[in-house]
């Protein structure tokens, strides 16, 4: 079972500035199946990130994912009012697991 | 424009099964798709509880595999989720979700709106 680790829980950022998140796996995930989501409050979560890198449909490109093996980042460029949220990494390398998620908040 | 829709009882008795259902339009179940069940308790993260392929091979989380069972309804273009012997622990938001499987990759990108399931007597 691949245990993923997200770093920080909560992240206080302003809008306008850039926000880096980090997902660590327990053993090495292959950039395929690397995913990364955002849910707000009472909704559902939404895809931002397949293949650890690309961005899916209708994604802004202030969104961007990078890493490979057991280090994997999500970074958000410039932080606009409606992308405070909790953001969630997701791997498919063995069975299919989540990470605890990050909090991004409203500093 | 492809929905799934999470159908199915909001309370569930103590010790007895849940049971929902997750109507796709806009797309065919038949197609190579996964075809997934995602729970998240109250305040807390995502839960990934199994998929099913549309050939219907299957995949579980194991710390759930000996309590569910995920099907497909080709003929309704539908599939489903049973739980069987559930506790308050599994009072949870159940979502669906496809996944298209876009060359190698995997991600889930289309969910339900989600329902939520209390177990309670």
């Known amino acids: 079972e691949i245990v993923l680790t997200q770093s920080p829980g909560t992240l206080s950022l302003s809008p306008g500035e850039r926000a880096t998140l980090s997902c660590r796996a327990s053993?090495?995930?292959?950039?395929?199946?690397l995913a990364w989501y955002q849910q707000k409050p009472g909704q559902a979560p939404r895809l931002l990130i397949y293949?650890?890198?690309s961005r899916a449909t209708g994604i802004p490109d202030r969104f961007s994912g990078s890493g490979s093996g057991t280090d994997f980042t999500l970074t958000i460029s410039r932080l606009e009012p409606e992308d405070f949220a909790v953001y969630y990494c997701?791997?498919?390398?063995?069975?299919?697991?989540f990470g605890q998620g990050t909090n991004l908040e409203i500093k | 424009q492809v929905q799934l829709q999470e159908s199915g009882p909001g309370l569930v008795k103590p010790s007895g099964t849940l049971s929902l259902t997750c109507a796709v339009s806009?797309?065919?179940?038949?197609?190579?798709?996964?075809w997934s069940w995602v729970r998240q308790p109250p305040g807390k993260g995502l839960e990934w509880i199994g998929e099913?392929?549309?050939?219907?091979?299957?995949n579980y989380n194991p710390s759930l595999k000996s309590r569910v069972t995920i099907s497909v309804d080709k003929s309704k273009n539908q599939f489903s989720l049973k739980l069987s012997s559930v506790t308050a622990a599994d009072t949870a938001v159940y979502y669906c979700?496809?996944?298209?499987?876009?060359?190698?990759?995997?991600?889930?990108?289309?969910w339900g709106q989600g329902t939520t399931v209390t177990v309670s007597s």
């Open positions: 979700a496809r996944d298209p499987v876009v060359g190698a990759t995997r991600g889930m990108d289309v």
């Open positions: 806009g797309d065919s179940i038949s197609r190579n798709k996964w």
């Open positions: 099913i392929y549309h050939s219907g091979s299957t």
């Open positions: 053993q090495s995930v292959s950039i395929s199946y």
């Open positions: 293949g650890a890198s």
């Open positions: 997701q791997q498919y390398g063995s069975l299919c697991s």
